[in-house]
């Protein structure tokens, strides 16, 4: 039985009671009446007293049973739904409300259900709220340290211009990471703020991509890395500055994740109607059970990679995916490489 019919069901067995009462009334009234009038030979005055008698004795009866009806159906309800309430107000999400079988309470029963429901989902974003907090306390805390540690060698008076450089050069490493980290966070607060997309228009996607390739040029050579680039016109109805996010932090995981030697490809094709843009990689690949949780935030499944990233760009990608209503896979094997695909 769903909400709305268990609620009619209520309605109609109160219709019925209420009738049902009036009917024993009516029922106990009438031989009462003519006890009366037997027993006072007919005398008006005794039957009225008797009469009024009988109807406040039935009618105090009718009250008692409303006010234990009221207390089971209402107050108590009430009661409950007061307190649970109060105790979501003071930040306790534990408040579960207990919905008792024997009485269908129609409306309450819902409030009470869905207030179950937001209090279940409220404790869960409380929780992903205090993992959020420690885990970017710590992602924060490691660049914070080498700053604080680089810059006491910094002041000592004879260091020599070859170690001045590396300490120098330190800083702005840890500098970059914290601004990444950052500047990843507030994407990610904005996309997850933002109800409505805008700054629609329509894009080439080969054109960004082809874009994007240039200014990775240097790091690839550098590194050693074969590039193949099979690029096809796709054009499609999106956010520009969100698919660069996107094309970014896969083609950049790509060069992260693959040595000197290695190969990565990148394909942008239209099929039945979708773009659909693959980077794959033959860089160190992963395990099943790291690629069922890359897209989290701040999982790093290959640690010997932490200090060239933050554990968000992988989620800020998922995000943006899902906001643009598209679709992200991977397809990876330990010491074999990755693939990500990109639908939308």
């Known amino acids: ?24 009334i009516i029922t106990l009234a009438v031989p009462v009446y003519d006890y009366a009038r037997q027993r006072s ?11 009024l008698l009988v109807i406040l004795f039935l009618a ?21 739904i007061r307190q649970a309430t109060e105790s979501i107000a003071r930040g306790d999400f534990s408040v579960r409300l207990y919905m008792d079988s024997r009485f269908n309470l129609g409306g309450y029963d819902e409030i009470m259900q869905n207030l179950n429901i937001m209090a279940q989902e409220l404790s869960k974003s409380e929780i992903l709220k205090s993992d959020f907090i420690a885990n970017v306390s710590h992602e924060l805390k490691t660049p914070l340290a080498i700053i604080q540690s680089y810059c006491q060698l910094l002041q000592e008076k004879n260091l020599a211009e070859e170690e001045r450089i590396k300490y120098a050069q330190a800083l702005i490493q840890a500098s970059k990471k914290l601004t990444a980290l950052i500047t990843n966070i507030l994407k990610l607060n ?12 329509n894009i080439k996607i080969n054109s960004q991509l082809e ?33 660069e996010i996107v094309w970014s932090n896969l083609l950049s995981n790509a060069i992260k994740f693959t040595d000197s030697g290695g190969k990565i490809k990148v394909s942008a094709k239209q099929i ?58 991977v397809s990876s094997e330990l010491g074999k490489g990755s693939t990500f695909t990109v639908t939308i």
């Open 41 to 51: 030979g007919g005398d008006k005055g005794v039957m009225s007293v008797v009469m």
């Open 1 to 24: 039985m769903n909400r709305r019919s268990g609620k009619n069901f209520s309605t109609v067995w109160r219709y019925v009671v209420f009738f049902v009462i009036i009917a024993a």
């Open 211 to 243: 874009e994007l390739i240039v200014n990775y040029i240097e790091v690839i050579e550098e590194k050693g890395i074969e590039l193949e680039v099979d690029l096809q016109e796709v054009t499609v109805n999106s956010v520009a500055g969100y698919l």
């Open 272 to 329: 039945d109607g979708k773009a659909v843009v693959s980077v794959s990689d033959s860089g160190v690949g992963m395990t099943p059970e790291t690629g069922n949780r890359i897209f989290e935030k701040f999982y790093q499944g290959d640690t010997s990679h932490t200090q060239e990233g933050n554990g968000l760009g992988l989620a800020l990608v998922k995000k943006v995916i899902d906001k643009l209503g598209g679709s992200i896979s």
């Open 60 to 80: 105090g009866l009718v009250v008692l049973v409303d006010v234990i009806r009221r207390k089971l159906t209402d107050e108590k309800p009430l009661e409950q």
């Open 190 to 201: 904005k996309l997850e703020n933002q109800q409505i997309l805008t700054d629609l228009e």
